[in-house]
Every structure is written in C-alpha cells, then in structure tokens.
C-alpha cells in the first residue's frame, strides 16, 4: 500500500497568514494527488485533483502543486472560513490512502 | 446537482451484521465508479472499498477484506456494502463518494455520512 505522510499534523495562524501543507507519498504518484477540506460534522470537499487542478468554486488562494512523492497544498491569505482540517490522498492504485490530516487553527 | 444520500446505519454488537445503502441522483450512475469511504470518532479518513461502474470489479482495504462486501445496482442507482463479522474498530461514519471521472476510481463528491457503531 502506499503510505501518505502529511505534514504539520496541526497548525496555528492568522487571518492573512501563508500556510502550506505537505504531503509525502511512499512512492511515485504523479499526478495522483488530491486535497480535502473538513469541517467538524460535515463530510469531506475536494479542493484541488490531480495534484493541482482547482475544484470548481474553490477560491482561487487554494493551489496545489508537487510531483513524484512531494506535494503542496498552499492558501494564499487565510480567511476565517478556510480554518478546518485538510487531508491529502492517493488515487494512483487501490487502496486508496489518505494524509492523516492537518488541523489549521487560529 | 449530484446527490449522495447514505441509508442503513445504526447499533450493532460485534459480530453482527448491516447493509449501507446510497442513493444516488443527479448523474448517470452507472458510468462511474464508488467508493466508500469511513472516518472513526475524532479519527481520520480510511478508503474501505471501490467499485467500477460495471460492478465487475471490487477492491477492498485490508482491514475489511473477506468481511465486507460492496455492490451496486445500477438499475437503482443505489450502492451497497454488506458489512458482516463487525469489529468494535468498525465504528465511524461511512461515506459513499462518486469518481471524478468516468475512468478509475477516486472520490471527488461525497454524501452526509451515516454512522455505524458497534458495541456490545
């Protein structure tokens, strides 16, 4: 199985803040990378496919970029509803593998 | 609008058994794959099990696997997992996800989510 290994487990920041995510996978998934947002109780959203295609309505201070094992999820300037907990995942072959999450509070 | 309704959730005790059921609208289901997809209290994302869109295909994590079973009926538009030997571990809430594409499994939308607890 490929191991996906996201990093920090849990930031703090501000309204306005740069924040980048990163995600390491066990081997080479290019281009294979997806980026969820959660908010507590409410099911997972997409945010970026395919390592750095923007979902359709995601704002555009979401981007994704990475290749081979490397990825980055980047928001631009935080806003207040961006503070949730983000995962990235595989889709490169079954099982799909998921990030273990990143918890961005203020 | 793509529209993922989870059914079929509740209390079972270890060594039982449920069927999830999904209801799906909005798109032509049986051109993608599904997925399902669960979350433990508190815990994070685990993939559980994806099927083509033909059901001729089904892959499963391992630490479901010979336990559980996914399905669809296409001529229903509802996905199925048959959930048997149930693990106290097995709690969380289940999603079904719809592929992004009509190739390949991957999980782009998902439904609310219906709880699964298991406990004696």
């Known amino acids: 199985d490929i191991q996906m290994t996201q990093s920090p487990s849990s930031l703090s920041a501000s309204v306005g803040d740069r924040v980048t995510i990163t995600c390491r996978a066990s081997?080479?998934?290019?281009?294979?990378l997806q980026w969820f947002q959660q908010k507590p109780g409410t099911a997972p959203k997409v945010l970026i496919y395919?390592?750095?295609t923007l979902q359709s309505g995601v704002p555009s201070r979401f981007s994704g970029s990475g290749s081979g094992t490397d990825f980055t999820l980047t928001i631009s300037s935080l806003q207040p509803e961006d503070f949730a907990t983000y995962y990235c995942q595989q889709s490169s072959r079954t099982p799909l593998t998921f990030g273990g999450g990143t918890k961005v509070e203020i | 609008e793509v529209q993922l309704v989870e059914s079929g959730g509740g209390l079972v005790q270890p060594g039982g058994s449920l069927r999830l059921s999904c209801a799906a609208s909005g798109f032509t289901f049986s051109s993608y794959a599904m997925s399902w997809v669960r979350q433990a209290p508190g815990k994070g994302l685990e993939w559980v099990s994806g099927?083509?869109?033909?059901?001729?295909?089904?892959y499963y994590a391992d630490s479901v696997k010979g336990r559980f079973t996914i399905s669809r009926d296409n001529s229903k538009n509802t996905l199925y997992l048959q959930m048997n030997s149930l693990r106290v571990e097995d709690t969380a809430v289940y999603f079904c996800?719809?592929?992004?594409?009509?190739?390949?499994?991957?999980?782009?939308?998902w439904g609310q989510g219906t709880l699964v607890t298991v406990s004696s």
């Open positions: 996800a719809k592929a992004r594409a009509t190739i390949g499994i991957s999980t782009q939308e």
């Open positions: 395919t390592t750095s």
């Open positions: 099927i083509v869109d033909s059901g001729g295909s089904t």
């Open positions: 081997q080479s998934i290019t281009p294979y």
